[in-house]
């Protein structure tokens, strides 16, 4: 799991990214997630994204889902 933490549209936010597994069984894969903060309003929002694909690329994909992550605005 990697932290980064980044300010973007005046808000600071910070990016979750690893790898998510589930146990007694084969699945997994890759995770993104981003937590902001609104001092205005006095809020936290959380947002993630996961991503089960077994038999494709996941590089192109996880992009798209980080994009999406990114066009979220409060």
């Known amino acids: 799991v990697s932290l980064q933490r980044q300010t973007l549209f005046g808000k600071s936010r ?3 990214r690893g790898v998510w597994k589930l146990k007694n069984n084969s699945m997994g894969g890759p ?3 981003m937590v902001m903060t609104d001092s ?9 994204a996961f991503l089960f694909c077994p038999d494709g690329s996941k590089r192109d994909i996880m992009r798209e889902l980080e994009a999406i992550l990114l066009s979220v605005r409060f």
Do not use: C, D, P
């Open 14 to 16: 910070a990016f979750i």
């Open 40 to 48: 205005l309003n006095k809020k936290i929002m959380y947002a993630e």
């Open 31 to 33: 995770f993104t997630g």
